[in-house]
């Protein structure tokens, strides 16, 4: 493995050759990196090319029989090929990157050597070296495609890093999640207009809980005459207060609201949000503005849910 890093440092006009083609590919066009490789070596082509797309690099992989049998269809002339072979001898992705040739591609090939059948064919080659497999056969990949996996993770956040990828484009691709939480504000999910309830302190119970039902919703902000947060009533504190007596809903909801209550401010992330939630067993949130603490909104357990 020393030996392979070694051979790397030496690289230096190829690596950077290689980085300069794949950045290529995020220009705004339809050109991409179409990624690929058979066997175990295929299997890290396919991790590869997800991380190039996640990281901002429009990134396609194509099993090099099923190319070979059509799927090649979905390239175009002038997208990059990143080859994955560690013998760079496999006739099938050797027979797909003649054909990618033809089609106008240019070919980055990471394997053992630049004098392989693929080494030849290839516009940029990275080479591994010859490697010694950790299996006690010799046989199995490991080494190699160890390497070849640090050498395509290295070379997508290269690329990212070239083509400007920042933190906001990371959460607009990955909405989902422990990511997707972690990236997305509570201002993304939280209920406004027709759906958030917020009445006065004085507000009949009655009409509070028709409202709440009008709007289906299940809580119900209470906001002083300046809009910042005075309480919340929720199905949980209605409940609460008819085991009191039959006359409760004739009188001021604050009587029945849990005030203080606990809030989260607008700019927060709804991972914040859920932690909140866990810590604290509760389904509904208001949200305020941080400084003013004037509420703009509600957030709902069940609503993050679906993200």
Request: net charge neutral; hydrophobic share 40%.
């Amino acid at each position: 493995m020393a030996l392979s890093c070694q051979r790397l440092r030496a690289q230096t006009e190829a690596i950077e050759r290689t980085c300069v083609l794949l950045a290529g590919s995020g220009n705004g066009d339809r050109r991409r990196v179409i990624v690929s490789g058979v066997g175990k070596a295929g299997l890290i082509a396919r991790k590869v090319s997800a991380t190039l797309s996640s990281t901002g690099t429009p990134a396609t992989f194509i099993h090099p029989v099923d190319g070979l049998h059509g799927d090649i269809g979905c390239v175009h002339a002038g997208d990059v090929v990143l080859l994955f072979s560690y013998s760079g001898e496999t006739s099938e992705v050797i027979r797909l990157a003649r054909q990618l040739c033809e089609l106008g591609c240019e070919i980055v090939a990471v394997t053992r050597s630049q004098t392989s059948s693929l080494g030849r064919l290839a516009d940029a080659c990275i080479e591994t070296g010859q490697l010694e497999e950790a299996c006690y056969l010799g046989l199995v990949p490991t080494s190699s495609t160890t390497v070849m996996l640090a050498i395509g993770d290295a070379l997508a956040l290269s690329v990212a890093r070239s083509n400007g990828f920042q933190e906001q484009d990371f959460a607009r691709n990955h909405p989902a999640g422990s990511l997707g939480l972690k990236f997305r504000r509570v201002e993304s999910a939280m209920r406004t207009g027709d759906r958030l309830v917020c009445v006065s302190p004085g507000a009949v119970l009655r009409h509070v809980v028709e409202r709440v039902s009008q709007a289906k919703t299940g809580a119900a902000i209470l906001t002083n005459d300046d809009g910042t947060l005075c309480g919340i009533f929720t199905d949980g504190d209605l409940r609460r207060a008819l085991l009191r007596g039959s006359d409760v809903l004739e009188r001021a909801v604050v009587e029945y609201a849990t005030r203080p209550c606990r809030f989260i401010t607008i700019d927060s992330t709804l991972a914040e949000a859920m932690n909140l939630f866990k810590q604290t067993r509760i389904e509904d949130l208001p949200v305020v503005c941080r400084n003013s603490h004037r509420v703009v909104g509600m957030l709902c357990l069940k609503d993050i849910s679906v993200f």
